[in-house]
């Protein structure tokens, strides 16, 4: 469509507005000393964890955090053969067939599948 006479004025005051505009880059103190914690927790290579009881803060090599977790986790549980997981995945799957899911569906590989000791 032809350009309309009626608008120029109005168009040009609105590139005008924007035009002007400007963005700061700068940040605020509290900005660049979370920007700076943020980095120095992601490089520390070490868990960052709650105190009890209180909001503290401690930090903690992650391997020691996660040796109680598995050791409990070996202990209560043994590692059950693939055949058990595939069992269980097929069990599964029977319901996903008959609304014709399985087609959409993912099945995702476990690394180390696990069941209780009794």
Do not use: C, W
């Not at 507005?17 to 700061?24: A, D």
């Not at 120095?40 to 070490?46: A, E, Q, T, V």
């Not at 319901?95 to 690394?111: E, F, G, T, V």
């Amino acid at each position: 469509p032809p350009q309309n006479p009626a608008l120029n004025e109005p168009e040009n005051d609105l590139h005008d507005l924007v035009s002007g505009t400007e963005f700061k880059t700068d940040k605020t103190e509290p900005q660049k000393k979370m920007t700076k914690d943020i980095r120095d927790i992601r490089n520390s290579g070490k868990a960052t964890l709650p105190a009890d009881k209180t909001n503290n803060l401690h930090k903690a090599p992650v391997d020691d955090h996660n040796k109680p977790l598995h050791d409990s986790t070996t202990t209560e549980h043994r590692k059950s053969p693939d055949e058990t997981k595939n069992g269980i995945d097929k069990e599964t799957a029977v319901p996903a067939q008959s609304p014709k899911l399985a087609d959409r569906m993912q099945m995702y590989p476990h690394p180390e599948t696990r069941e209780s000791v009794s």
